[in-house]
């Protein structure tokens, strides 16, 4: 029902069937089914250990996984890792990470400031790209790999969301941004989500992993104790936050 | 040391210092400082193998490294085995037989090299071979710093990370080889480490770490060359110590 009447005029961008990923025997998920459309949030929720930085891993196909992954022909897909293998001293600055995938001032600009972070070219390479990579706050982390993944106008986010290092102030504002470009731009998300809040709020439809699909619809249908208590174990209870929208 | 086989040392030291110190930066930030050491000994029964049949025995070294790095390749792609005790474990034995059949008279340069019996011949292949070296390393530069900030977003954006490893290893087989002429097996591992380390003390972006790291490398290989041929020491151990020298300094200039 939902499908048809909210997604059935929108193009589908991503079809995945019964994807199953398992490293030497030992099954991370199976039973993996969804469909995306352009402009949709999706949010994975889940436990720790449920297969959601693996599904990502599939899903650009950087791993190998059993099942069906369908891409429209030329998507183009944007991924923002939950985070980076760097410290303070390592010597890469945020104009280094840029130039690795665009040389042209404007394209980095824009990008930029399209994540919040405002100002012309010299501003910013005065207060950020010459800063180091290893150096910046997480949420500042967030919004330039946001930056970064978006520089090519992907038509989808993958976006791993981080679990710790944004207070959460910093994490309302990225959700708000992403809404913002979702909505601008037309981007499908499908985001790694730890806070049900934000799944309320933001995603379209909510896939529910732990071993497998617990649970795939919109959150408002989906996201009941009983299927909560079967994702996370025992009794646990979603109060739902209202926004007023 | 001659006038004319001291320049050509000189020359040659430059060359590898410099492709020395720039391939380091990369091996610094990908935190192979101890693999990286460790491998080096590797060359030692290849030199001896090369010594003991009559070939030229960078040739043996450079086999003798290959064969190792893709062994190493391999163990860290198909299994889950620890590559650092496997690292330990390969390396000193292969250090042993190398020190058990590297003839006795050609064992103390096989060990701490000596660039002062550098022909001309052996000079202009020693050149040739660096600057293949470093227009490599400037090729696959990025995508591997990349690919070491976070392996999946490397992929995310079309970088084949095994491929590119794989060639980042060939070229440390080939600088590797190369330097033992200088330094020797034993100290090869600390002509590409501590340029880097001490160029990662003061640089701001990537591009002045890349270029410092180089430069080092350059200046200990020229400024040990002569300097030992000033003091009469053998070559290997005062290049090092001269980078060394690098090292320290640039912590003075740290910025925390």
Known sequence: MFEEHKKGIMDKILEVKDLAVSFDYFNVFQNVSFDLHRGEVMAIVGPNGSGKTVLFRALLKLIRSQGTINWSKGTKIGYVPQKLFVDSQFPVSVGDFFRFKTKSEEAITEALNSVGMTGDFDHLKHHLLNKKMGTLSGGQLQRVLIAWSIINKPDILLFDEPTSGIDIGGEETIYNLLHKLQTSSHLAIILISHDLNIVYKYADTVLCLNKEAICYGPPHEVLNTANLSQLYGGETKFYEHKHGN | ?256
């Open chain 2, 1 to 256: 040391m001659e006038t004319s086989t001291l320049t050509l040392s000189v020359i040659v030291g430059g060359f590898i210092g410099l492709a020395s110190g720039y391939l380091g930066s990369l091996m610094v930030l990908r935190k192979m400082a101890l693999v990286g050491d460790a491998l080096t000994h590797v060359a030692l029964p290849g030199l001896a193998i090369g010594l003991l049949f009559g070939f030229n025995p960078f040739f043996g070294a450079f086999s003798a490294l290959l064969l190792a790095i893709v062994l190493i390749w391999l163990i860290e792609n198909r299994t889950k085995l620890s590559t650092e005790t496997l690292v330990g474990i390969f390396f000193a034995t292969s250090l042993s037989i190398g020190l058990l059949i590297t003839p006795e008279p050609e064992l103390l340069e096989a060990l701490f090299g000596d660039i002062s019996k550098t022909v001309l011949s052996e000079a202009i292949m020693a050149s040739i071979l660096s600057i293949v070296a470093i227009m490599a390393v400037h090729k696959i530069y990025n995508s591997l710093v990349l690919g070491t900030m976070s392996n999946d977003l490397a992929s995310s954006v079309g970088i084949r990370t095994k491929k590119i490893d794989f060639i980042f290893l060939l070229i440390v087989a080939l600088i590797v080889a190369l330097g033992i002429k200088i330094v020797g097996s034993l100290l090869m591992g600390s002509l590409v480490i501590i340029p880097a380390a001490a160029a990662k003390n003061l640089a701001r972006n990537l591009s002045s770490y890349a270029g410092l790291s180089a430069l080092f490398g350059l200046a200990s290989a020229i400024g040990g060359i002569y300097l030992s041929s000033l003091l009469n020491f053998s070559p290997g151990p005062i290049v090092v110590l001269s980078s060394a020298a690098i090292f320290f300094i640039s912590l003075i200039f740290k910025k925390s």
